[in-house]
């Protein structure tokens, strides 16, 4: 299953959370999280990383040999890149790595880059579910509003695929709660004082939560479609 974790801002979490959702998936899973973010990104200096093993080498040569683990863990991550570096992909170039990767892993992580460019549109397709992250404030809000009508006019998001997570929330909700962003909210995440790091055991045991609300959705969606196909069947045989 390849889950994107995207937000049309920096800063709100996507990382953070990409890997501490690693953490715990790879408790029982075989995970992979791979930097789709080239504005740089985070994953060489977080993770003490190797930069050549990059994500523009695993989609133009042997993914394999792109793969790094992280010491103290047990996912694997393939790291981002430079700005320069993202005109070197194609959507086809993400499209085969993701297919080939998701062959091996039970659960490919993508943190995607803010900035709408070929290599983001593949993770946002090849995705079985996308991830929204976004904080309680009014500039965060409107924006994530406004790429998800984008995508959806140009065809690069299925929204029944995607749903959002609250991050950094300090009181009471205010902005999210004004606006229907047309994708279930499932979970929310405090503001963490003095966080230093996504294995913090707080982000942890909110990643744990997280974890449990995104499966569920999809479990009550799934059963809601089976309900739904059930009636339209009885209603079809009434005629
Ligand atoms: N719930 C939280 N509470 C407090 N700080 C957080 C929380 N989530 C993330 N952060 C901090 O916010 C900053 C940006 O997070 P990051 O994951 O790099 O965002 P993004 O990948 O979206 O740019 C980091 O310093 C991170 O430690
Ligand atoms: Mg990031």
């Known amino acids: 299953m390849v889950i994107t974790v995207f937000s049309p801002k920096g800063g709100v979490g996507k990382t953070t959370l990409t890997l501490a959702l690693a953490r715990v998936l790879s408790e029982d899973k075989k ?8 504005s740089p990104g985070d994953f060489v200096s977080l993770l003490d990383l190797d930069k050549e093993k990059n994500i523009v080498n695993a989609c133009l040569g ?18 981002g890149g430079f700005p320069h570096m993202q005109e070197n992909l194609k959507y086809a170039d993400v499209e085969k790595l993701l297919n080939d990767i998701s ?25 079985d579910r996308v991830l929204f992250v976004l904080e309680d ?15 959806k006019l ?13 991050n ?11 606006v229907d962003l047309g994708i279930p909210v ?9 966080l230093s790091e996504y ?19 999809k479990k009550e969606k799934s059963l809601l479609r089976r309900l739904l196909n059930g009636f339209k069947r009885v209603k079809q045989k009434d005629k």
């Open 199 to 217: 294995k913090d055991k707080k982000m942890i045991r909110h990643a744990k939560n997280l974890k449990d609300a995104f499966f569920e959705v």
């Open 168 to 178: 950094k929330v300090k009181g009471k909700k205010k902005y999210i709660t004004a």
């Open 103 to 127: 062959g091996e892993y039970d659960y490919v992580l993508i943190d995607l880059q803010p900035q709408i460019s070929e290599p983001a549109v593949a993770a946002l397709l090849k995705a």
């Open 137 to 151: 404030d009014i500039s965060a809000v409107s924006r994530t509003v406004g790429i998800i009508e984008y995508l």
């Open 62 to 79: 042997d993914y394999r040999a792109c793969l790094q683990r992280p010491a103290g863990e047990k996912f694997d991550v393939i790291v």
């Open 186 to 194: 499932v979970y929310s995440i405090p503001y963490l004082r003095r």
């Open 31 to 38: 995970v992979c999280a791979v930097e789709a973010d080239f």
């Open 154 to 166: 140009h065809g690069f998001l299925d929204v029944s695929k995607a749903c959002a997570v609250v």
